[in-house]
């Protein structure tokens, strides 16, 4: 659904963007993709030459009925649509005077518009309503070249436009483009004729004979085509029903249509806007409603509750299109297109309808796949892109207020600046006090004091399309990014609205109640309600039907709380990989989900999905299916079933079949999933740090290492195994002693990113006024760790946070030698992961029975390490025991620490720390090491330029 920009038509003069115009000329049938563009270019560092990313650049690909065009790049992704729409308007012609903005002249613009669809010329080109003027060309008497006015109003977007300037109001009400063509049409009485009880149009004279018959013969085919329509009964009381419209290619396929709806010809069909995918003609036919037909010609514009309070509201019809629907409706995708003269058409089953109206629920909307309907859930939080599989939260709140015919949601940011002030050992975070930080408009006022980051907040209003407030969504969490902030501000929304989408066991009332956990505001009790409201009253209605015919009301009336343990019958087969997912881990699953009745044998599949990735811990699939793939290994098969049907299932089930619905009646129906796990991706040990400690235990070591320098007064600190120099990068930001760093890594890679981080850090500092870190020279080496580099003697601080378990134990026991008795820094900070704390990370949830049953000790046994290039992970003891027999060796002192977690609870830290301190100060002598080196300068870095 394209957002209507261009309908923002003021008594100003409007110029349309490029994107209005292809709008108006293709409606929906626009599809706009837009791709990240990365530009990389060369940076001069000193020293090393190094690929440095450009800001990232869109490019914009628009996908026509009849054409595509790709833009060239932009920094913005609007600049990069708009491009594309203006190469399109000017390969196709396309006429781009723009719209007269005054009612009056729109009526003008009206007539003319209407005058040249019933032209010669345009009965020739290939417009969609030209299709349809053709297609009745073989009709007698009156009804030859008539056509709907429906048709009109719908089929052509400049038509729709002039009238949306003429009265805004045709936005909400679609019948009123109608009236205003119909009057239209009464000026041009001397070429045009429309009858009283027919809404349709025709020409006074006849379309000269040469061209109807050229036209006929060109279209002169027996055949017949089935399209396999529903309908949607009025009635809530009857169900949904596959039909098939029987067309011969002959006919006026709306006649047929027509006749599905008990009329005689197409003449009172309303139709509604494009439902489907952009490339579909889906959508729903239903009859003028009397009342309207009998005010038309009296009355210029009726208003819709009069409208519809008289005819009969098609609740369900009304919610699926998002737009009022009297009476019963027929839901069809046919049509006539630009592509070809042929007429368009496609298959509806009333699974496509459930599914449809399944992604208008943001629940439905997150799928890690479209077809993992039953089986996917939407996330509590939202980590970062690569987590989120699917729409962004952000875009599906857009979306979901579009469909509800809200206005866009405002989203603002709040920025505030938290201070770094160190006290104790921990970073403590101030949002007000000396360095307040004002913001006037949501415009941050800056003050010139340290401070360690800037956070941003977003705050949501959820408008109505009158432009009231309706929601105010207010989080209290600041982000570092603003799209962080925007994301989760985001999935707050749309988390709230979802419990009253999934369940409907949640009451209006509850719904309000728990707005406040949500830091929502309701503003517009009614507005809400009534947004809601179509929601309601389907599900209600599928309830009673579904309770009347086909579900057990017990089961629709449980609680999902009530149900505890859903999963039976559990069945895992195959041989034990040991490869098994764990909190933060990505499995992969193949599954299928089944309706089965073992009194009469039977088993109906209903949703197969190959490859459904979902992340573990942070529910994103629906709880039992996580359950029973925590408990597998990669190559594994599971077979359970679920005697308790979920909405979505009905959702996504219902009127399948005959078959499916007769299963689901029956007593012992139950839902069977089987699943293979295919592969589990590693969870990045970053990822699982990050899902389970916050701060995120790297910030966490970051914190130690501050800490002891501040208490040393250090002033000059090494990194050994730098890695991509998260740890020099992060001492930047805090006010310390520290003047020179150093870096030291095997890793190529890993050092070409530690200098590219660096560099872009200390160039923006310096060019925002100079670092306030008295930091004056960084460098980067390449070398072992286990061999002496000379240059690096005798520094203040040593650190090695997370390198040793990434090298051989004996290489590991060699870098303590190394480092203590050659390069001898004052203090030697040394961190590992604790092996047992991988019990809590790898198996959170263990079921309680089963934790009972095994002892610790086999607990640990199955545990894995946390990275697949860890060589070694120890325990508490052994890492004691290595860093005493070190310390002993080299005469340094030893104390033990850690972070994550505490020493007085089992199993103790989740990264534990040696800190070893020298107490005596270093002779004059330099020490000659027997295998000494000089490591290889990789970059570096200082503050006063030669
Ligand atoms: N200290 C960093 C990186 C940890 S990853 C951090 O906390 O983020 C481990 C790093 O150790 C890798 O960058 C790897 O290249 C490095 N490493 C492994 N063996 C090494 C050796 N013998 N000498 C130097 N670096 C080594
Ligand atoms: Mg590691």
Known sequence: METREHIVVSHKKATLTPKAIIHQNFGNKASYVVEEVKEVHQIECPGLSIPQMGPCLYRCTLQLPEL????????????????????????????????????????????????????????????????????????????CGSIPISVLAVYDAKLLSLCKCINPDVET????????????????????????????????????????????????????????????????????????????????????????????????????????????????????PKPYLLDLSSKFAIGKETLYLMGSLNVRASYFAGQDIAGDAILASIGYTRKSRDIFYEDVSVRLYYRMLLGKTPGGIYKLSREAILASELPSKFTTRANWRGSLPRDILCMFCRQHR????????????????????????????????????????????????????????????????????????????????????????????????????????????????????????????????????????????????????????????????????????????????????????????????????????????????????????????????????????????????????????????VKMLSLLSSKDCCVEYEISLIKVAEPPEERMEQALFSPPLSKQRVEFGVQQILESHATTLIDFGCGSGSLLEALLNYPTCLEKMAGVDISQKGLTRAAKVLNSKLSTNSDAGGLWTGVQSVILYEGSITNFGSQLQGFDIGTCLEVI?????????????????????????????????????????????????????????????????????????????????????????????????????EPGYASQIAVFKRDWELEDDVLKHADEHHYNVIWEWNSRKE
């Not at 990434?806 to 050659?822: I, K, N, P, R, T």
């Open 406 to 657: 809200l206005s866009e949601p405002l989203f603002s940011f709040h920025p505030f600046k938290t201070s770094s002030l160190l006290s104790g050992s921990c970073l403590k975070v101030a949002e007000s006090g000396d360095n307040v930080i004002e913001h006037i408009n949501g415009v941050c006022v800056t003050s010139s004091m340290h401070s360690d980051s800037e956070l941003f907040k977003c705050e949501i209003k959820l408008l109505s399309r009158c432009g009231d407030l309706i929601i105010l969504c207010s989080p209290k969490d600041g982000y570092k990014k603003q799209n962080d902030a925007i994301q989760n501000a985001s999935l707050k929304v749309l988390s709230w609205l979802n419990m009253w989408f999934k369940s409907r066991i949640v009451t209006f009332e509850r719904l309000c109640e728990t707005a406040d956990d949500f830091n929502i505001q309701i503003y517009s009790n009614n507005i809400i309600s009534e947004i809601l409201a179509g929601q309601s009253t389907h599900n209600g209605q599928l309830n009673a039907i579904q309770c009347n015919n086909i579900v057990e009301p017990t089961y629709m009336n449980s609680s999902f709380d009530m149900l505890g343990n859903m999963v039976q019958s559990l069945k895992i087969e195959g041989p034990y990989s040991g490869v098994c997912p764990c909190n933060g881990s990505l499995p992969c699953i193949r599954y299928s989900v089944s309706l089965a009745v073992e009194s009469q044998n039977v088993k109906e599949v209903i949703e197969v999905c190959d490859e459904f990735e979902f992340e573990v811990g942070v529910g994103a699939t629906v709880s039992y299916i996580e359950e029973v793939v925590m408990q597998m290994s990669v190559g594994q098969y599971a077979y359970f079933s679920i005697n308790f049907l979920s909405s979505d299932l009905i959702f996504a089930s219902a009127g399948e079949s």
């Open 805 to 905: 378990e990434h090298m051989e134990e004996d290489q590991a026991c060699l870098f303590g030698d190394v480092a203590l008795s050659f390069f001898r820094p004052r203090i030697l900070i040394v961190s590992t992961p604790n092996f047992e704390y991988n019990v809590v990370l790898q198996k959170s949830n263990p079921p309680a029975q089963e934790q009972e049953e095994l002892d610790d000790k086999t607990l640990l046994q199955s545990c894995k390490f946390r990275n697949h290039d860890h060589k070694f992970e120890w325990t508490r003891a052994q890492f004691r025991q290595w860093a005493s027999d070190l310390s002993t060796r080299h005469n340094y002192k030893v104390e033990f620490s850690g972070v994550g977690g505490s020493a007085d609870v």
């Open 68 to 143: 595509s065009v790709i833009s060239g790049t932009f920094k913005k992704k609007k600049d990069a649509e708009q491009s594309a729409a203006e190469i399109a308007i000017e390969k196709l012609g396309i006429c781009t005077e723009t719209i007269d903005p005054t009612p009056q002249g729109a009526q003008e613009s009206l007539v003319a518009r209407i005058d040249f669809i019933f032209s010669e010329k345009f009965l020739l080109c290939d417009h969609p309503l030209s299709g349809h003027i053709r297609a009745t060309l073989r009709s007698k008497g009156d009804l």
């Open 173 to 288: 009400n679609p019948f009123l483009v109608i009236s205003y063509i119909k009057s239209a049409t009464a000026n041009l009485y001397q070429y045009l004729a429309t009858s009283e009880q027919h809404l349709c149009i025709r020409r006074l004279t006849p379309y000269p004979q040469d061209i109807v018959e050229s036209l006929m013969k060109e279209h002169d085919s027996l055949e017949c085509i089935q399209v396999a329509a529903i309908r949607i009964p009025s009635s809530v009381e009857q169900s949904i029903e596959q039909v098939t419209l029987r067309i011969s290619l002959r006919e006026y396929y709306l006649d047929v249509i027509a006749n599905e709806l008990g009329l005689e010809d197409a003449a009172n069909v309303m139709i509604s806007r494009n439902l489907g995918k952009a490339s579909s003609e889906t959508r729903l036919f239903f009859t003028a």
